[in-house]
């Protein structure tokens, strides 16, 4: 029992002001998908385009089947013509090739089913879309790793940078902020390093400094050399996300369209009751 | 055997010269059964738990029909019903969202209980069944968990069925007798879609008409927890009460509307209610190679989930000196030395057990403690007033402090484990414990205010 008040007591006012900060550790930035794509059919279509041209030669969407599009405004024609390869039926889902083994043995790991990605990705700390939002535009040359190319959402992945000519050549500063122990005197503190990817991937890093934040993290900029290929390719990755975000749940937009008529009906029906209830309870005294 | 002619008239007539169970029944149970008068908005729950019932078990149904209890087709069935029957996501939210709903009603419900000491003489089997009915409610949950066969369906189910492994001697052999295989796999999936589908249903539906005759039987509780029985007309019928129908039926269908607006809306703008109905890692297909971060039960049962993991080595300590608190107090308060003797020996026992065997095995039984203590509450309270209403304001205030050990055990049991954490939830634990344990002590302390001989009733 060496409990004391004092330690009952700070662990309790710790636990009501934070109990989210306690839970999750090093917090990750993430750039805010701009939701409206999702309602735009033009940007999901588009989405449905980079989808077919750059995700389906390894990652699947066995749940989705490809007449799911008309939904987006594609016919089935359109779908046959421009976005499966191969002979698969506009019935079929949207299965690939390539053996999940040797895909392993390929990249380390097997590329995940894309069917309920940005559900899957969502977490208590961020949403799905934002994740993947930032992690397709958060790749950056590292020479040190095996690809070539590293990842601020997702550090050390295993998927090489797929849109590297669209997004064109970056640089990028990391800044990671790291709990250290300073093993002569033993005091513990955080420190700070900053490192610079030039756009060959050879990496720059700082001497490290103390941090004058006392929590783990890491912020990051990225410096574009051809900013308008990047502005494009930053609206090509909204749309995708779009695209992925509807596969996710393509009743979405159905559900809520029917929903306000759900309330509508319920708003009624509930005045109606209580009005109901009101005559039969008027006499009870 | 003459004919007996009946008072109806037409097809009614028919069928009750043949069956005249039917109209004695409806009478029994709606036109003719008298409920106070005053009840208050606490009394829809009962109500709304048997719609939610309603909506499982059609919901149900219709998932059966399309879903496969198989491990490498049960993932994809689910979004296969979600994509590709018509209409499958409607039904699959509304089940998804109904066992969450079936346990905020459940909650409220019980809240209301002991806010109004439904569960005191005469209404003791009423309150056993609906224990009963709570207890077969978490199973059913646990076993339809496991179907959507996502990761956290998976290690959800593979940490609670460990658990039966911490039981001394038989735990490891019982936990794969339950599982049916050394981890959870496709026969474990197969017997617990037996389970939901048809076993725990079936006994659910039993206690749940066991719960109504027998509180049709000693008649409803009311707000100020006086017996409407006391005070009749001269046709036997209780002054203060009312025909359940059509009084408490229009009644009940105006609260029904309310809540089916609260309910609709979750099902088609928040299906996932943030995570806490639909858990986010639940959309990653069962992973038996692939531990995730953090396993987490779904909301309902994390109060339950944070005693399990408030229960260390370091707990066992204030466990003891609890229990010895306890014992203290009985053979205080006790004059029969056979009692005496009895909680003597039973917590030396405790006291031996606590130190020799694992805690973990200690938390299970805390765990299943904290779901049974409910069952003794009738014979635990022993205040003069059954209503909190005239009991003293503390009373009911230390109720409240148990709903709000309730409630932030809960969500402490949604958070991965911190030290922090672990410490409230020990304090939280030896609070909800305390509550029951020193209730025949507290419940007949302080000033009472006189209960009236009728109910207080305003017109609307």
């Known amino acids: 029992m060496k409990m004391t008040f004092a330690r009952l007591a700070a662990a309790l006012a710790a636990v009501l002001v934070s109990g989210s900060v306690l839970a999750s550790g090093a917090e990750l930035q993430l750039d805010k998908w701009p939701a409206a794509r999702a309602k735009d059919l033009a940007a999901l279509q588009n989405g449905a385009r980079l989808f077919a041209n750059y995700c389906i030669g390894c990652h699947s969407a066995s749940l989705v089947r490809w007449n799911r599009l008309q939904q987006i405004g594609l016919d089935d024609r359109q779908i046959k013509d421009f976005l499966i390869f191969g002979n698969q039926k506009v019935g079929d889902t949207i299965k690939i090739a390539a053996a999940p083994a040797q895909q392993k043995a390929w990249f380390g790991k097997t590329p995940p089913d894309l069917s309920v990605i940005t559900r899957a990705r969502t977490s208590f700390d961020y949403v799905g879309t934002d994740y993947l939002y930032t992690l397709l535009r958060g790749y950056y040359r590292d020479a040190s790793s095996p690809t070539g190319w590293n990842n601020v959402a997702y550090p050390n992945i295993g998927m090489p940078h797929i849109f590297w000519e669209a997004q064109g050549p970056r640089e990028a500063t990391i800044e990671a902020i790291h709990a250290h122990k300073d093993e002569k005197t033993g005091h513990a503190g955080f420190v700070k390093t900053v490192t610079v990817f030039d756009q060959d991937g050879v990496a720059t890093r700082s001497e490290p400094t103390t941090a004058t934040v006392g929590r783990e993290g890491m912020t990051y900029t990225f410096k574009p050399l051809d900013p308008a290929r990047a502005r494009q390719f930053d609206a090509d990755a909204a749309d995708l996300v779009a695209f992925l975000a509807f596969i996710t749940d393509p009743s979405a937009g159905t559900r809520v369209r029917i929903g306000v008529w759900v309330m509508l009906f319920l708003g009624l029906f509930t005045i109606v009751a209580w009005r109901l209830n009101a005559v039969y309870w008027k006499n009870v005294k | ?460």
């Not at chain 2, 879609?193 to 039993?206: E, K, M, Q, R, T």
């Open chain 2, 1 to 460: 055997m003459a004919e007996q002619k009946s008072q109806y008239t037409g097809l009614l007539g028919w069928v009750d010269e043949r069956m005249p169970t039917l109209m004695a029944e409806y009478k029994k149970h709606l036109s003719e059964y008298y409920a106070p008068k005053n009840f208050n908005v606490w009394y829809i729950f009962g109500g709304l738990a048997i719609t939610v019932l309603a909506v499982q078990i059609v919901t149900g149904i219709f998932l059966v029909m399309n879903y496969k209890p198989d491990a490498a087709l049960a993932f994809a069935s689910v979004e296969y019903i979600m994509r590709d029957v018509p209409g499958g996501w409607f039904i699959r939210y509304m089940h998804s969202t109904g066992a969450s709903a079936f346990f905020v009603v459940v909650y409220l419900h019980m809240f209301r209980g002991l806010m109004y000491g439904s569960y005191r003489k005469p209404r003791e089997l009423v309150w056993i069944f609906g224990c009963l009915i709570f207890l077969s409610l978490m199973g059913e949950a646990f076993f339809g968990y496991l179907l959507p066969w996502g990761q956290m369906s998976y290690w959800g189910a593979q940490v609670i069925v460990n658990l039966f492994g911490a039981i001394p001697l038989i735990g490891p052999d019982l936990a794969i007798f339950i599982r049916g295989d050394y981890v959870i796999g496709d026969a474990t999936l197969n017997r617990f879609f037996a389970f939901h589908v048809i076993a725990i249903p079936l006994v659910l539906l039993g206690l749940v008409v066991a719960h109504i005759l027998a509180l049709h039987d000693v008649g409803s509780n009311n707000p100020d927890g006086v017996e409407i029985k006391k005070h009749k007309d001269a046709a036997g019928r209780p002054l203060d009460g009312i025909p359940f129908h059509p009084y408490y039926t229009v009644h009940d269908i105006f609260w029904t509307a309310i809540f089916l607006i609260l309910f609709f809306a979750v099902v088609f703008f928040a299906p996932e209610m943030g995570g806490y109905f639909l858990e986010w890692n639940n959309f990653i297909p069962a992973d038996p190679l692939t531990t995730p971060n953090h396993i987490a039960p779904v909301w309902y049962f994390t109060p339950f989930y944070s005693i399990l993991r408030a229960t260390t080595e370091q707990f066992m300590i204030w466990l003891a000196v609890g229990t010895i608190g306890m014992a203290a107090l009985v053979i205080l308060s006790i004059r029969n030395a056979m009692v005496r003797g009895a909680v003597a020996v039973g917590t030396i026992v405790l006291l031996l057990g606590y130190f020799t065997l694992d805690p973990k095995f200690w938390g299970v039984v805390l765990m299943g403690v904290s779901v049974l203590i409910f069952v003794p509450l009738p014979w635990l309270d022993h205040s003069p007033a059954r209503s909190m209403r005239y009991r003293p304001a503390w009373h009911f205030a230390l109720l409240m402090v148990w709903v709000v050990a309730f409630l932030w055990l809960g969500y402490l049991g949604t958070q991965p484990p911190t030290p922090a954490g672990t410490l409230v939830s020990q304090v939280l634990t030896l609070v909800y414990f305390g509550f029951f344990a020193l209730m025949p002590w507290w419940s007949r302390m302080g000033t009472f205010k006189p209960v009236p001989d009728r109910i207080t009733f305003v017109a609307h």
